[in-house]
Structure formats: C-alpha cells, structure tokens
C-alpha cells in the first residue's frame, strides 16, 4: 500500500535539524566522490528488462550516491512497456501511481496531444516544464518516491533535461541557513489547489511540506517552481527559503546535470528534482517517453548506507 512521507518517529537521520552531528557526517560522506559530470550517471546496459548482476551493481551505485541513474540500453525505439516496468521491479518499485491519464499499464505515454483532454497538461505538449518533483499535488499518503523515464524516441530538435539530487538541494539550503529548511518543513507551507473538471471537484486541494521524513528515515521533497496553481506561504521566512532555491536552480552550480534521453536511454531516480526543455516534433523525431511514477523508495539507495 502507498505509504505516508510524513513521520515524527524518533528515528536516527541527518535531516533532523537538532541533530548535528549525524548531519555533518552524513554530509562529509554524500559530498565525497559526488558525481562532477552527467557522464558519471551513465551505465550501459544490454536489456534493462533483465540486468546483468554487474549493470545491476553500476545503476545502484549511482543511485546510492546521486538518487539518479540513467541507463544506455541496445533497446532502441522498442516501445515495449516492459522495458521500463521490469527495471522497475528489480530495484523493489512495484507500487505504480495510476494516474488519471496514465496507460492500462499504469505507465504514461509522454508526447504530443494532438487531441482530447490531455491537451491542457503541460506535459502533453512540446513546452517548456519548469523545475519540479513527480506528484507534488498527490496526498500525503499517496506520494512518489521513485521516477523512472524511458525513452522510446526523442524529438527532432530539444527536450532535454536539468536534474538536481534533492538531497544536495537540501544540503545547498541548510548550509546557507539552516532555517531554510525548517521553513520549508513547516505542515502548510505548499497548498495545491483542487483540479474542477465541469465544476465538481475530480482532486482535492493538498496542503503540506516541501521537505518532509519519511518513516525509514529517508528524505522526501514535494516541490514546483511553477507560480500557477500553487499557493505558498506568506510567512517571510519561507519566501526567503524559496527565493534561496530558486537561486539555486537557476545557476549554473555543478550538481546540476543537463542531458537529452535518446531512444533506448532512461532515468531511473527517487524523485529527483528535474525539468523539460521545450522541444519540436519533425521528421527527424517525434518524442515519446514512457513515466513511472511510484510509492515505493527504490531499494537499497537510502540513508542506511550511511548511518
């Protein structure tokens, strides 16, 4: 069953502020050896359905450290939705987020709508989406902790992505001021308001924490830079909090990894914060991308590597 990421139990973690020194320590080892290049992300594999121990091993790794892997398959264009599905599943995600417009197999199909409903999303259309973490509007107990992208074909000419480990983003903040993240932590600090569809309400207004703890101890971030559709805070502390990461997602700092999935290629994440380039659909490519989103925290990448 979906699980909460809200949780007050008195667990060992370095995200409780009073905790110092678990946090300094914790921050010596994610900072050490980080990733400086997209390319240290990268792992080859032959069939993400059936990973080789050694491809396994190289993807978790990556994960472990950076919460992010993106994987290089001989798969192609092939638009089985296995591929993305089976990875899935070896890395412990199973509890698919079947969204409204997502496809029988609980994946969605991310391309262009050239009709219907799927026309007034932003992720249906070639525009631009600004930074955000998966399913920042989905209850407190039905939130995404692992994402996983597969791309069957990229598009003509744009599309790319930006991601950014929301643990260092967490880091970035805290070092600046470690009441950032205790405005950000705040029950009420990020309102979504409820979607209508023909006037009845078809999702209820959500209200909660960027920054929240999960119960095992591991950290969850539900974010968007969007400024429609979103209410935060009035509280000056949290805007300055806000204003300090959109400075940090609007620079040039060196965590953050900028690259195009090409066919064959995919993210496999826990919710890393990431945006979308605009792109254009030609004959050279029209984009197609498979989206996993889940309950599940993939297994094995969590603070207990560390504690």
């Given at each position: 069953?979906?699980?909460?990421?809200?949780?007050?139990?008195?667990?060992?973690?370095?995200?409780?502020?009073?905790?110092?020194?678990?946090?300094?320590?914790?921050?010596?080892?994610?900072?050490?050896?980080?990733?400086?290049?997209?390319?240290?992300?990268?792992?080859?594999?032959?069939?993400?359905?059936?990973?080789?121990?050694?491809?396994?091993?190289?993807?978790?790794?990556?994960?472990?450290?950076?919460?992010?892997?993106?994987?290089?398959?001989?798969?192609?264009?092939?638009?089985?939705?296995?591929i993305p599905l089976a990875l899935g599943r070896q890395f412990g995600a199973r509890e698919l987020n079947h969204n409204w417009l997502s496809d029988d197999t609980g994946l969605t199909s991310l391309k262009v709508a050239a009709e219907g409903v799927r026309q007034q999303y932003i992720p249906y259309s070639n525009r631009a989406i600004k930074w955000h973490t998966d399913g920042?509007?989905?209850?407190?107990?039905?939130?995404i902790h692992s994402l996983l992208l597969h791309c069957v074909e990229s598009a003509g000419k744009g599309g790319e992505n930006a991601l950014l480990d929301h643990e260092i983003a967490y880091i970035l903040l805290r070092d600046r001021d470690p009441s950032f993240i205790s405005a950000l932590m705040g029950p009420e600090v990020m309102t979504i308001p409820p979607r209508m569809n023909q006037g009845e309400v078809a999702r209820q207004e959500e209200t909660g924490p960027v920054f929240s703890i999960m119960p095992c101890g591991n950290l969850h971030m539900r974010y968007t830079i969007r400024t429609r559709h979103v209410i935060w805070s009035e509280d000056p502390l949290t805007r300055q909090a806000l204003d300090a990461l959109s400075e940090i997602l609007h620079s040039d700092s060196p965590y953050i990894f900028r690259g195009r999935l090409e066919a064959g290629m995919g993210l496999i994440s826990n919710n890393i914060l990431h945006d979308r380039t605009a792109f254009t659909d030609d004959e050279q490519g029209v984009r197609h991308l498979y989206r996993a989103r889940y309950y599940d925290r993939l297994k094995g990448t969590g603070i207990e590597q560390y504690i």
């Open positions: 069953m979906p699980h909460s990421a809200r949780s007050s139990d008195p667990i060992q973690t370095p995200f409780h502020l009073e905790d110092e020194a678990t946090y300094q320590a914790w921050r010596k080892q994610k900072l050490a050896n980080y990733p400086t290049t997209i390319e240290q992300l990268l792992v080859s594999v032959k069939d993400p359905r059936h990973l080789t121990s050694e491809e396994y091993a190289a993807i978790q790794t990556r994960v472990q450290k950076a919460n992010m892997a993106i994987y290089i398959s001989e798969t192609g264009s092939d638009p089985d939705p296995e920042y509007y989905n209850r407190p107990e039905q939130q």
